[in-house]
């Protein structure tokens, strides 16, 4: 007689994830390739900036009901992180894009590659990161104050190094990034590490060849600017993620589903929103300082994460509360 093995919940959240973001996916990219109106990729662009929003919410229901309250914590607490971190990065693609003169549907395909880029290195990072945190735990001591929040287990607690080398990181970069004004709009790309790569190892032509990433010139084979924005774009993304993988990892350390689910989530509904918000970012100036303090409070809650243990429910309220302010500041005080 045949026998059925009964399938594991966690497959089939993979399962549902993969087959949501694909179709998602190839449904969006229809819908903003369709057509070039201005107006009209606005609109696209609203509409599914709301889709991908509303996805991930139903998502992070769906991880309600087959793993509990507080993976939804979990979930919903990186997504934001991520989300909040990402809206941060379209300011730096709209410069990018402004200094190499990148307009219309090559915008589309350097976002698009980028964000599948984005999908691989991601998973490495996310990984290796978990897997690097297994090997970093220092030797139990007796802690002398044992409060009822606190993760210790009978007096004794640990040190994770990783954990706490990264929090030490973000909670420096995100004083940093409140005190400290950065002038982007100065930067030329050209010095960019990803550009510098490019110039010093390959072929790169200096003309515009419309949305070609190579082009052949006097029978040798040269790499367009297209591809030397993709790169920058790439390599710019990767700079990000050493704020934004840190971060989520202070949430669910050991659940490399919840990172990386809630990850791609944020990162997919970027296009779409940078298509929506490209002629109004300047309208959110007090978001940076938002992102600044998100950043130092995750940074804190993962060095004390030894010593005393801030709930997943509480760090979303916080991430909620911050982002709503700067938003509502952003608006009401304009510089």
């Not at 549902?16 to 057509?35: E, I, Q, W």
């Not at 607490?77 to 809206?87: D, G, N, P, R």
């Not at 300011?91 to 984005?118: S, T």
């Not at 978001?287 to 600044?292: H, N, P, T």
Request: glycine share 4%.
């Amino acid at each position: 007689m045949r026998t059925f093995t009964a399938v594991n919940p966690s497959q089939i959240m993979i399962l549902v994830f993969a087959l949501v973001v694909t179709c998602l996916m190839l449904l969006d990219l229809r819908s903003l390739f369709k057509s070039s109106k201005e107006s009209d990729v606005q609109k696209n662009a609203l509409r599914w900036t709301a889709v991908w929003v509303g996805t991930a919410m139903l998502f992070s229901a769906f991880v309600y009901f087959e793993k509990g309250f507080e993976k939804f914590t979990q979930f919903q607490s990186a997504y934001w992180i991520e989300q909040s971190l990402s809206v941060d990065n379209l300011f730096v693609f709209l410069l990018v894009f402004r200094f190499f003169e990148v307009r219309g549907k090559a915008q589309h395909k350097i976002l698009l590659w980028g964000i599948l880029g984005a999908m691989v290195f991601r998973a490495i990072f996310i990984f290796t990161g978990i897997w690097l945190m297994n090997l970093t735990y220092l030797p139990p001591f007796w802690k002398f104050v044992n409060p009822p929040q606190s993760p210790a287990v009978n007096g004794f607690t640990q040190i994770n190094a990783l954990i706490t080398v990264f929090g030490v990181i973000l909670l420096y970069s995100g004083l940093k990034s409140f005190f400290v004004k950065e002038r982007e709009e100065e930067k030329d790309f050209n010095q960019s590490l990803g550009a510098k790569f490019l110039f010093r190892f390959f072929r790169v032509s200096a003309e515009d060849n419309g949305d070609k990433f190579w082009l052949r010139k006097d029978g040798k084979v040269f790499l367009s600017r297209l591809f030397l924005v993709l790169v920058v774009v790439e390599t710019t993304d990767l700079l990000f993620a050493i704020d934004s993988i840190p971060a989520i990892f202070s949430i669910a350390p050991n659940d490399p589903f919840i990172l990386y689910s809630s990850n791609i989530f944020a990162i997919f509904g970027l296009r779409s929103m940078y298509f929506l918000l490209a002629n109004s970012l300047d309208k959110f100036s007090k978001l940076k300082y938002g992102i600044a303090f998100i950043l130092a409070f995750i940074g804190f809650k993962m060095v004390v994460a030894p010593f005393y243990h801030i709930e997943t429910v509480h760090s979303l309220l916080v991430i909620l509360v911050t982002l709503a302010v700067s938003v509502i500041a952003s608006l009401r005080f304009r510089t």
